[in-house]
T-cell receptor, first 113, second 112 residues
């Protein structure tokens, strides 16, 4: 069965610093991975997705993620964060059956001035 | 194009009461789903539907019912509310397996 593990529940960083949010997955079949973002008191929106092709995936708001099959990882990165990036980020894997998505437990990114 | 809409935004129930959370989408998406979000747990799938008249259980279906009589609407019914159902509920829809999943704004439910 597919699953994802987000290695950090909270990540505090200073504005303009780089950030990496870590995600490891387990899957016995082809892997399709996503990152979603949830701003405070809002719903979720798609940041980026990996279905196939290039292992470096670029998303919205300057975020990117790299699919690493040998390390079973899909870490999210941004070279310079802004206060407005403060949000909770979810790593998500396609669960296979009927296209269900399986969510990690989330990483809260807190950007401080 | 309103996307995915949910009502109500907030609700307080007493233990044992029943209610229906409404969800509608205007994007003609086949796939719709309900999740609950609890602190430190991520989102967990309650029920989902791959088209009108077709529903199935997700990871945490107990205490909830759904139906899908139209493509647009996918209501979630709590049969007899319990404090363990205090949560934030999100409805989502997408077109096909690889389409972007769009989420509603959520319903914050408290059961006393």
């Amino acid at each position: 069965a597919q699953s994802v593990t987000q290695l950090d529940s909270q990540v505090p960083v200073f504005e303009e610093a780089p950030v990496e949010l870590r995600c490891n997955y387990s899957s016995s079949v082809s892997v399709y991975l996503f990152w979603y973002v949830q701003y405070p008191n809002q719903g979720l929106q798609l940041l980026l997705k990996y279905l196939s092709g290039s292992t470096l995936v670029k998303g919205i708001n300057g975020f990117e993620a790299e699919f690493n099959k040998s390390q079973t990882s899909f870490h999210l990165r941004k070279p310079s964060v802004h206060i407005s990036d403060t949000a909770e980020y979810f790593c998500v894997v396609y669960g296979g059956s009927q296209g269900n998505l399986i969510f990690g437990k989330g990483t809260k990114l807190s950007v401080k001035p | 194009n309103a996307g995915v809409t949910q009502t109500p935004k907030f609700q307080v129930l007493k233990t044992g009461q029943s209610m229906t959370l409404q969800c509608a989408q205007d994007m003609n998406h086949e796939y719709m789903s309900w999740y609950r979000q609890d602190p430190g747990m991520g989102l967990r799938l309650i029920h989902y539907s791959v088209g009108a008249g077709i529903t199935d259980q997700g990871e945490v279906p107990n205490g909830y019912n759904v139906s899908r009589s139209t493509t647009e609407d996918f209501p979630l019914r709590l049969l007899s509310a319990a404090p363990s159902q205090t949560s934030v509920y999100f409805c989502a829809s997408r077109s096909g397996n690889w389409g972007e999943q769009f989420f509603g704004p959520g319903t914050r439910l408290t059961v006393l």
